[in-house]
């Protein structure tokens, strides 16, 4: 007899081999031991992919999906209240969960908070536009709001997706919408500026959870909308498939952003201009943020402190440069303030 769970998930679940060549930023996956496994960013090595584990089997788990036992990885309990369980804590957790899992052969340079997992110990794939129909089919709630904010943004339903638990067709009572926007760039950013529109300017709808103010989200209707962006011409994508090799590190870095239209995306992508690496000038570079957490957060012409970070050569499609890279929110700052006159 099938449970509710199989039964579920298998109307969702999509095989591996239909995948296709490269993986999409948000996407979600059930390994073969029962957990759900996200994806972050699109530079992957080959076989596997960078991604956390979000929520494994539990028997003493808090949450019920599909009828089932889990427990989240990425948020705690504390004093009756849901709290962020930090980087390192979240990485250390995957070990003890998941014994299958060992520490990765070789240092991953673009980030330190993921887990290299491999592709063979995934039982499938959940299609975000599917989930989408899925979720709208089964949550009418869901449906009347992800319509209000298409129409909102004049975006068509057919360039929208969700993540987050609705991948796989769960939802608690006071769960986020996390809802996926495929464009190109320019169409991207277009959404952006009206989300920031949105989350700047109207005090009632700005988004603030674990003390964190987010640009990329926004309340509607009285539930929290995550917007996330993802590629819909895969050639765009700045850092995907290149190799990488240390320079250097830790190395200190100021920069002016000179460009920003990878920054609503995950790894963060920026161009820096007039940068000074270690207090030596240097040339034009561009700076790549492996935490998600700072989407959506820079704009041109702010300049911007690296205060530890690597300098890393990337090398792919017969081309080679150097970037900077920072794997963790606390060890990036604006600049707003200087002693002395200010730097206007």
Known sequence: MTDSFEKEIGSLLRPMRELGPDILDTTYFLKDTGSFVYTEGYWHPKGRFLGKIINYPCEKGTLAVHGRPYE?????????????????????????????????????????????????????????????????????????????????????????????????????????????????????????QQIWKVSYTDPKKRCVEFGKFWPLRFIHDGVIICCFFVYADRSAIPVCRQSASLVREPVTAFGTVTDNT??????????????????????????????????????????????????VRLAGGGTEHEALVVVDAGDIEKERFVKGVPAF
């Open 262 to 311: 990878h920054s609503l995306y995950m790894p963060v992508v920026m161009r820096l201009g007039d940068v000074y690496i270690d207090g030596n000038r240097v040339h034009d570079i561009d700076l790549i943020v492996y935490d998600s957490s700072l989407r959506g957060e820079f704009y041109n012409n702010e300049r911007i402190k690296v205060t530890r970070g690597r300098l």
């Open 72 to 192: 989240s990885i990425t948020k705690g309990w504390e004093a009756g209240r849901r709290v962020h369980i930090p980087h390192d804590k979240q990485i250390e957790c995957h070990y003890r969960v998941d014994l299958s899992l060992s520490l990765p052969a070789e240092p991953l340079l673009l980030t330190e908070f993921h887990y290299p997992f491999n592709i063979d110990a995934m039982r499938g794939w959940f299609c975000p536009r599917r989930s989408l129909e899925y979720s709208m089919d089964r949550y009418p709630e869901v449906a009347r709001r992800v319509r209000e904010v298409s129409e909102l943004f004049g975006v068509p339903l057919g360039r929208l997706g969700v993540t987050g638990s609705l991948a796989y067709g769960y939802m608690d009572a006071d769960e986020d919408i996390d809802l996926v926007f495929f464009g190109t760039p320019g169409q991207n950013m277009e959404v952006a």
